[in-house]
């Protein structure tokens, strides 16, 4: 039963107003918002390309540092499902992303393997090649270097992704291929096949790239199994059905023999 007078009431965020002055203002902060948001993050990748090129040298002497340190990020362990991917990654020795220079947001995802049996190229890469907008040209930076296109960057308009792996000898995205949705308004496929594909189908829909990029700052945390509460409810969830494939290639099991040294 409602109390009384419930009826009379009324929301009181309801009929907010906003005038025009009000909302260019709050428009124009908007983009002062994002223009320093531009900056840290320039400014941060800069500061972090020596730091990840020192992890870089300090991890090849650390067997499988890269792909324990993927699996154990479940946002891409996700991602590669079939224990064939997982054994394939299993002889990645390095992973390196390389920024275009004039667009720091545009990049090259570059795995390096060791010889195996399941591909003969030794460097898979996926790259999002900036495309420079019309006029851009004749912009002038800023005293921070920025121009008007930069903080209109649109990843859909201004990126073109490719790949350069070849066809892969043994086939594991013809073993498991992304099959596409019948419906054809959805932007998902009906199953995402091999977590390859990422490298052979310019499409990505699961986001792979920019999961990858994200997990740089955190890489070393994953290898050594500190992963955030969330991600560990994430794994223990899907432990059950992954449970055959761990019997098969365990590339966890280094996690607690680095944390008992802690």
């Known amino acids: 039963a409602r109390p009384p007078g419930a009826d009379e009431e009324k929301n009181p965020l309801e009929g907010v107003e906003l005038s025009d002055e009000d909302a260019k203002k709050l428009q124009d902060v908007q983009k002062q918002i994002e223009r320093v948001d531009l900056l840290i993050e320039r400014h941060s990748q800069q500061q972090l390309l020596p730091v990840y090129e020192r992890r870089r040298a300090v991890v090849k002497a650390i067997p499988k540092f890269w792909p324990v340190a993927l699996m154990n990020n479940p946002l891409i362990s996700f991602q590669a499902q079939h224990?064939?991917?997982?054994?394939?990654?299993?002889?990645?020795?390095d992973l390196w992303v390389t920024r275009d220079p004039k667009e720091p947001r545009c990049f090259t995802v570059e795995f390096y393997f060791k010889q195996n049996p399941y591909f003969t190229d030794s460097v898979l890469k996926k790259e999002y090649k900036y495309i420079t907008p019309p006029g851009a040209a004749d912009e002038t930076p800023d005293a921070d270097g920025l121009t008007p296109s930069m903080l209109d960057f649109s990843w859909e308009r201004d990126v073109r992704p490719s790949s350069t792996w070849k066809d892969p000898q043994n086939a594991l995205t013809k073993l498991h291929p992304r099959?596409?949705?019948?419906?054809?308004?959805?932007?998902?496929?009906?199953?995402a096949g091999s977590f390859f594909n990422f490298f052979e189908i310019a499409s990505d829909p699961f986001d792979v790239s920019h999961i990858v990029d994200d997990s740089l700052p955190n890489a070393t945390d994953h290898f050594l199994g500190n992963i955030p509460n969330d991600d560990l409810d994430t794994d223990e969830e899907s432990e059950e059905d992954d449970d055959d494939d761990a019997e098969e290639i365990d590339l966890e099991e280094p996690r607690p023999k680095k944390q008992k040294k802690e």
């Open 179 to 191: 099959i596409e949705d019948e419906d054809e308004e959805s932007d998902m496929p009906a199953e």
């Open 83 to 93: 224990n064939i991917d997982r054994i394939a990654l299993s002889y990645l020795e």
